[in-house]
């Protein structure tokens, strides 16, 4: 009986606090500086139709609301503000009863300046956590600590950027890919030897793929690659930052296949103790070009789903899908074909890895 409350104390805890933690967001309206109000009463004043020179069409509406001040200087006096929102809700948004809002006040003017959204991402926080170390318990643990520590090391990467003025960028988040996967594979499979077979997989794949693109990309001159569509470009170099970027959304589907390749072959030898190199070897090919097709598909959906919604306007005011592809999803695309070259290119590095350093001239796991 004590065996069992040990074990299952760790997700008790983590529940409780957490929900307790949900429930105080709702009241967390004094901590905030600027001004909060909850929404106590909403009506539609006012409707129109639109549609444009593409045959779009929508519906806006003004409606009229009644909220009451959660901190501030005027805590519980009740105001009046108009909001405007469409059916599309492209950009702008309809408020209910019972949403909490930030606000801009003047001595004229009440303006929403967007909805307080800390009980939904605490919620979501709270449920990852708990699903974790619910079902995982220790390893649940390590691998939150990892995304802990990486997040530490990512954000000290931008502060560090930042003060060196983006000289070296890329060397800089080339450096942050390595600490990233040590850190990473360490907490979660301890310093064996299967961490260090892994990890060196997972760098030989990554740097692979991104240093024969980066080739390619010098021998066409980047012709086709439409930098000048990134988001933010200023005074970075679009060409590194688009690197840097390709890296750290590559390591971690390398970086996932290689575990997986390892650890089959490491059980693979421990079930079969007399099994050749040569048979781990392509043990590990089998394995990796099992799971070889999902990753790709993976990181091209996520990839090619963040310009999802900007491509679907596009189209929809009348440009073309050429236009469109280059426009929003062509460097999505370069960046799913770069980390599907380390994809596969992990496969074979991994494989003779393992099966190399697995065995002994006498045939014995080392």
Request: hydrophobic content about 50%.
């Amino acid at each position: 009986m004590g065996k069992y409350l040990r074990r299952w104390w760790g997700p008790l805890v983590i529940f409780v606090g957490g929900l307790l933690l949900v429930i105080g967001t709702r009241y967390a309206a004094p901590l905030y500086s600027q001004p909060v109000m909850q929404v106590i009463a909403s009506r539609v004043t006012q409707t129109s139709k639109t549609q444009d020179e593409f045959n779009n069409r929508d519906h806006q509406y003004t409606q009229q609301l009644t909220g009451r001040m959660l901190n501030g200087s005027r805590r519980g006096h009740s105001v009046q503000v108009k909001n405007s929102y469409t059916t599309s809700g492209a950009f702008d948004q309809k408020y209910r009863v019972g949403d909490q809002v930030f606000i801009s006040m003047t001595k004229q003017t009440i303006l929403i300046k967007g909805l307080k959204r800390d009980t939904v991402l605490v919620t979501l926080l709270w449920l990852a956590v708990f699903l974790l170390v619910l079902l995982l318990h220790r390893a649940g643990l390590m691998a939150l600590l990892s995304v802990a520590l990486n997040l530490v090391v990512f954000f000290l990467a931008i502060e560090l950027n930042m003060a060196r003025r983006s000289d070296g960028f890329l060397w800089l988040f080339g450096g942050l890919a390595l600490v990233f996967a040590l850190l990473t594979l360490w907490l979660i499979l301890g310093p064996t030897k299967q961490m260090v077979i892994t990890f060196v997989a997972t760098i030989s794949g990554t740097a692979l793929s991104l240093g024969l693109s980066a080739l390619v990309l010098a021998l066409t001159q980047h012709k086709g690659i439409y930098y000048e569509t990134m988001a933010y470009v200023t005074q970075v170099a679009p060409q590194p930052l688009f690197l840097a970027a390709t890296l750290l959304g590559s390591l971690g589907a390398v970086m996932d296949e290689s575990t997986d390749i390892v650890a089959t072959l490491f059980e693979l030898k421990t079930d079969k103790p007399s099994i050749s190199a040569h048979e781990l070897f392509q043990a590990g090919r089998q394995v990796g070009t099992t799971i070889m097709g999902p990753l790709i598909n993976v990181l091209l959906l996520i990839f090619i789903a963040e310009t999802f919604p900007i491509a679907l306007l596009l189209l929809k005011n009348g440009n073309s899908w050429g236009y469109t592809f280059s426009m929003t999803m062509s460097l999505g695309m370069a960046q799913s074909l770069i980390s599907g070259i380390g994809i596969v290119l992990a496969i074979p590095v991994v494989s003779f890895l393992a099966s190399r350093l697995l065995v002994t001239k006498a045939g014995a796991v080392e």
